[in-house]
């Protein structure tokens, strides 16, 4: 069995955004030279998420919306008692476990065996600064 690891960094400008990473994965699987496998994307800080989705930015635009009905932005201690830790960023942890942790994806002939319209996605809901994704792609 062969296996690669890498790890993407990933610095969003603004709070919550989402950043196509399919092809950052596609050229680590191509690299590792694996042809029949899986390949695990996940985001490494309780703040990101990775997810399969459309490519479509009415579709992000949507998932932006309502990602905030659900848990929005408020800095304040009296909205979310993780604020009372002196941290301002409750919000970004109840989107991320919306959004979830990692993707599994299946390899086959050396590619990433998606359905229709499937993508990988980055998605930042405290940003402003350096985050980690991992990679690790294992197989035959």
């Known amino acids: 069995m062969k296996s690669r690891t890498e790890y993407l960094t990933f610095h969003l ?5 989402f950043l196509n990473i ?11 030279g694996v042809q029949e ?8 800080h309780i ?29 304040s ?5 993780h604020n009372r830790t002196g941290e301002d960023n409750a919000d970004a942890h109840m989107k991320r476990q919306v959004m979830g942790r990692e993707v599994v994806v299946a390899m086959t002939a050396g590619k990433l065996d998606f359905g229709p319209w499937e993508q990988i996605f980055y998605g930042e809901f405290d940003g402003r ?5 991992l990679v690790k792609v294992i197989g035959e």
């Open 13 to 17: 400008p603004q709070r919550m955004g």
């Open 22 to 32: 399919t092809p950052q994965v596609e050229e680590i699987v191509r690299q590792s």
């Open 37 to 44: 496998g899986l390949v695990l994307v996940n985001a490494m």
């Open 47 to 75: 703040t990101a998420s990775v997810f399969i989705n459309d490519d479509e930015p009415g579709l992000h635009e949507d998932y932006q919306r309502w990602l905030e009905q659900l848990a929005p932005f408020d800095a």
């Open 77 to 81: 201690p009296q909205r979310y008692a």
């Open 129 to 133: 600064r350096d985050k980690r994704v």
